[in-house]
């Protein structure tokens, strides 16, 4: 008997043993697949979080710290952590975001929004996340996610639209008439276009190609249409012209122009004229 229960107990400490090494087995493959997913994420440079929905405890990767200039230790593990550095004017829109993706009205979490850095500047981030556990009534209980910079690209985007106000406010403003022709036809003109060319409104001009405003005869005898294919030709290959043009005015007038074309990049022409007649 005493034999017996030696050997019972034996084969009970065997597994045991063997139900130890399993859950050992079984826990390094799970540090190795989150290893595995970390890399993945924070490879490309972005920021992983890990929020518990019931306690609003945050885990930040060291590589989301560092996104925003702090080390390890200087950042917390709280919701609070990340909330209380969204750009105030953000921070309301953000939520919206989150409660629609919580309350089932979009498929995944995804805001963009400044966050404030250690050195007191702004950074602009993609912030995108998913529940990956729920309750019982499918209530999200725990989120992961990520931020990645896009910093550079909102710079670059608020730099282009400066520039492009820039551009329409010289367009608009200029006391020079400016047009702009694309695929040969006339698809915007400034005021001071319509005033030289003596028309009312920009639907007289837009729309249109050069040789419809001005269907006469130029001073190298060759017709509108003609010198207008030959200069739409030039301008494609030296991507800057300038000639002079016989334009006939609203009322059929004659008016001697001075014309500069320029290509820009997206194969729009800009059309600068100058009144030459009395140098004529």
């Not at 981030?125 to 999200?140: H, W, Y």
């Not at 003609?226 to 334009?247: A, T």
């Amino acid at each position: 008997v005493t034999q017996k229960n030696e050997d019972n107990e034996i084969t009970h400490f065997i597994g045991y043993i063997s139900d130890i090494t399993s859950l050992k087995e079984q826990e390094q493959k799970l540090k190795e697949s989150e290893l595995r997913w970390k890399f993945a994420i924070e490879g490309n440079g972005d920021g992983l979080w890990d929020w518990n929905l019931e306690d609003d405890s945050v885990f930040f990767s060291t590589e989301w710290k560092r996104m925003f200039g702090f080390e390890d230790h200087e950042i917390q593990g709280s919701l609070e952590e990340w909330s209380k550095r969204v750009h105030p004017k953000q921070i309301e829109q953000v939520y919206n975001d989150i409660n629609a993706y919580l309350d089932g009205k979009t498929d995944i979490y995804r805001n963009e929004h400044q966050v404030l850095c250690k050195d007191g500047s702004y950074k602009w981030v993609l912030d995108r996340g998913v529940a990956i556990a729920r309750d019982e009534n499918n209530k999200p209980l725990r989120m992961i996610g990520t931020h990645s910079d896009i910093d550079q690209q909102k710079n670059l985007q608020s730099q282009l639209l400066e520039s492009k106000q820039r551009f329409k406010n010289i367009f608009q403003f200029s006391p020079d008439p400016i047009l702009i022709i694309e695929d040969g036809v006339f698809v915007e003109c400034n005021e001071a276009a319509l005033q030289m060319m003596k028309v009312p409104t920009k639907e007289d001009i837009v729309g249109k190609n050069p040789n419809e405003i001005s269907p006469t005869m130029q001073a190298d005898g060759k017709s509108s249409i003609e010198k207008e294919q030959e200069n739409l030709k030039k301008v494609f290959k030296d991507g800057s012209i300038q000639f002079e043009w016989l334009h006939l005015d609203h009322y059929g007038d004659e008016l001697h122009v001075e014309v500069t074309l320029t290509l820009f990049a997206d194969n729009k022409i800009y059309v600068q004229w100058k009144d030459i007649s009395d140098k004529r």
